[in-house]
């Protein structure tokens, strides 16, 4: 009886600070999807790692625990080696390759960035709303900013989109 009392308590403590630090943190991952506004606060978080002298950053929220719809964003230099700073990116942009991805479900995905841009110009496909990353402030500690863009089922240009409006992150490393 003791042990089932203990454990209940230490699950209550558990599960207090963690609604705790969900509600205070001011770490998020906001998007508009085809003009509803969707949270990706669960989890929201950055990694960044340099392999010879090419940085990758990858930034990643979800909308809940149980249904796996989350929102990604990825940078990286390697096709230049050029620091990633505070400025704007494109996925038309040659230096660096963007890249983002929504996850509906565990099966539903939608995918706006580099590639899809190349493969929309090699196509002769108009792109309408590239994807745009905006990083407002990176440390080492944090990033900032703001998205926007269509992102294409699959990453198929021809496929079904949907459009990215008024995203903005803040998260940590």
Same mark, same amino acid.
């Given at each position: 009886?003791?042990?089932?009392?203990?454990?209940?308590?230490?699950?209550?403590?558990?599960?207090?600070?963690?609604?705790?630090?969900?509600?205070?943190?001011?770490?998020? +991952?906001?998007?508009?999807?085809?003009?509803?506004?969707? /949270?990706?606060?669960? /989890? %929201?978080? #950055?990694?960044?790692?340099?392999?010879?002298?090419?940085?990758?950053?990858?930034?990643?929220?979800?909308?809940?625990?149980?249904?796996?719809?989350?929102?990604?964003?990825? +940078?990286?230099?390697?096709?230049?080696?050029?620091?990633?700073?505070?400025?704007?990116?494109?996925?038309?942009?040659?230096?660096?390759?963007?890249?983002?991805?929504?996850?509906?479900?565990?099966?539903?995905?939608?995918? %706006?960035?580099?590639?899809?841009?190349?493969? %929309?110009?090699?196509?002769?496909?108009?792109?309408?709303?590239?994807?745009?990353?905006?990083?407002?402030?990176?440390?080492?500690?944090?990033?900032?900013?703001?998205?926007?863009?269509?992102?294409?089922?699959?990453?198929?240009?021809? #496929? #079904?989109?949907?459009?990215?409006?008024?995203?903005?992150?803040?998260?940590?490393?």
């Amino acid at each position: 009886m003791k042990k089932k009392l203990a454990l209940s308590v230490i699950t209550i403590i558990l599960f207090a600070s963690c609604k705790k630090n969900n509600s205070s943190s001011s770490y998020q +991952i906001t998007a508009s999807v085809d003009g509803k506004a969707k /949270n990706f606060n669960i /989890n %929201a978080s #950055a990694s960044k790692s340099t392999i010879y002298g090419a940085t990758f950053i990858s930034i990643l929220g979800f909308t809940s625990p149980y249904t796996g719809e989350s929102f990604s964003i990825d +940078i990286d230099n390697s096709l230049s080696l050029d620091s990633i700073v505070a400025g704007t990116y494109t996925d038309t942009t040659s230096h660096f390759t963007v890249s983002g991805a929504h996850t509906r479900d565990t099966t539903t995905l939608y995918e %706006a960035g580099t590639i899809l841009a190349s493969d %929309a110009s090699n196509t002769g496909t108009a792109l309408v709303n590239h994807l745009k990353l905006i990083i407002t402030s990176i440390d080492n500690k944090s990033i900032r900013g703001t998205f926007s863009g269509d992102f294409y089922f699959n990453g198929d240009i021809s #496929a #079904a989109k949907e459009s990215i409006t008024s995203g903005a992150f803040y998260v940590t490393f």
